[in-house]
């Protein structure tokens, strides 16, 4: 082989390099929403919320209370999962991040609604409600994970 030719493959194996950098580079499509699921940073604060300020009524394996389903005499709700067979994974983000900051009464705009689910409002910051909400998600399965980020961009759009 030539110099020149040489040269040339060289700079031929240097623009391919440059290519496939710079595509590693350009953003990946953000997923919608507001939580962080996969920022381990973020996960790892939500995991201890979670537990200090969650579990004792969501459960700390995210399995709720028992007979969820059912109001109590006073007619409330208990706790409900937050895992897969809840249906937290229903609600958006920005609508998750409502309930836990306000409460459901607020949340869901009836005023007049008990519910036992406290508003963290003044209790926890919104980096921590988010990060708590981020570990939960975490914890979905990728079949949850996918459906529930196509609710976000959906309801996004709705806006
Ligand atoms: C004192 C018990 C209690 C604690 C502590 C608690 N929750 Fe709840 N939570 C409830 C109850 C009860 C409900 C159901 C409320 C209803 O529908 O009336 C609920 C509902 C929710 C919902 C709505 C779920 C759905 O499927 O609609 C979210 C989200 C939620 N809680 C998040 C949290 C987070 C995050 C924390 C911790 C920061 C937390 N909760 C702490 C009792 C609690």
């Given at each position: 082989m030539k110099r020149s030719q040489v040269l040339l493959a060289a700079a031929a194996i240097g623009a391919v390099v440059l290519v496939v950098a710079i595509s590693n580079l350009a953003p990946k499509p953000a997923s919608a929403?507001?939580?962080?699921?996969?920022d381990v940073q973020v996960t790892a604060l939500g995991r201890q919320v979670y537990a200090t300020?969650?579990?004792?009524?969501?459960?700390?394996?995210?399995?709720?209370?028992?007979?969820?389903?059912q109001r109590d005499a006073q007619g409330r709700l208990p706790a409900p999962p937050h895992?897969?067979?809840?249906?937290?994974?229903?609600?958006p983000d920005d609508t998750l991040v409502r309930i836990t900051k306000f409460g459901v009464a607020k949340a869901a705009n009836l005023a007049s609604y008990e519910s036992s689910?406290?508003?963290?409002e003044g209790v926890l910051t919104d980096a921590e409600i988010v990060a708590a909400l981020s570990w939960i998600k975490s914890q979905w399965p990728a079949s949850i994970r996918v459906k529930h980020d196509e609710l976000n961009r959906s309801s996004s759009q709705q806006r």
């Open positions: 929403g507001l939580l962080k699921p996969d300020h969650c579990a004792a009524c969501h459960g700390a394996k995210l399995e709720g209370q028992p007979d969820w389903r895992d897969a067979s809840g249906h937290t994974w229903h609600h689910m406290p508003a963290y």
